[in-house]
């Protein structure tokens, strides 16, 4: 039996672990909602217990972007696809922005739907 105390993490996180990884806040804040997204995908997919190949006509991926996905290799998916990957898998989703606690600023917290922030983002680049 192994000792308990080996078990025991040496350090505590409070807050956005990828800040006290020592990544620029904008790239945590991302990294952090990349998280957020393939965790509820992944929990979505073991609760219905979907395949493999199941999956591979539901997200419309070939069969590598998918074990990527479920072996949460997803640094080089971005945001769009997975929240792509969310709305083909039923799952609603969303985004608040507000104030960091601490900062100065007046401004409201706003909470924009991702489906009006796709849209805007597709029709700006048509």
């Known amino acids: 039996m192994k000792n308990a105390a080996a078990n025991k993490p ?3 996180v409070k807050g956005n672990i990828f800040d006290t990884l020592g990544f620029p806040a904008s790239e945590a804040s991302a990294l952090k909602i990349k998280a957020e ?3 509820a995908i992944l929990e979505h997919v073991r ?3 979907y395949t493999q190949a199941q999956l591979i006509e539901i997200l419309d991926e070939y069969q590598p ?3 990527n996905l479920l072996r949460g290799r997803i640094s080089q998916v971005s945001i769009e ?3 792509r990957y969310a709305d083909r898998l039923h799952l609603e989703t969303s985004i608040a922005v507000r104030p960091i606690k601490g900062r100065a600023g007046r401004a409201k917290p706003k909470s924009v739907s991702v489906a009006k922030l796709v849209s805007r983002n ?3 680049a048509v």
């Open 10 to 12: 040496s350090h505590i």
């Open 37 to 39: 997204i393939l965790s």
């Open 47 to 49: 609760a219905q217990r």
């Open 65 to 67: 972007s998918v074990s």
């Open 81 to 83: 696809k997975l929240l």
């Open 122 to 124: 597709l029709a700006a």
